[in-house]
């Protein structure tokens, strides 16, 4: 944890850890209409991927905490990664999602 982030609170934990169940077909809908200019196809399939491959683990239930713990291992990863910018970009289409679906597990 960072000097400022004891004080201030990092990234993660102005994301809820409360569970939201998500289907494999809500997912693959909601990256089908996902559209942000900077990320790649490549990039986008990358992160369907592990956020499917982690939903399975959990049995369908992810919180936007977790999610947002995704996005950052894909931003910090070697050779795929994702930007900044577009972890906060996908980070707000899934909490349009979550408050619009407002399905807890």
Do not use: C
């Amino acid at each position: 944890m960072g000097l400022f982030s004891g004080f201030f609170g990092s990234s993660s934990s102005r994301y809820s850890t409360t569970p939201h169940t998500f289907t494999q077909y809500e997912l693959r809908e909601l990256f089908e209409h996902i559209h942000i200019g900077s990320l790649t196809m490549e990039e986008k399939h990358l992160v369907e991927g592990a956020i499917e491959a982690e939903a399975r683990r959990w049995g369908g239930k992810l919180s936007l905490r977790k999610i947002n713990d995704i996005l950052r291992q894909l931003k910090y990863a070697k050779g795929q990664h994702i930007s900044e910018n577009d972890r906060l970009a996908l980070m707000k289409v899934f909490e349009q999602y979550v408050a619009s679906h407002g399905r807890h597990s």
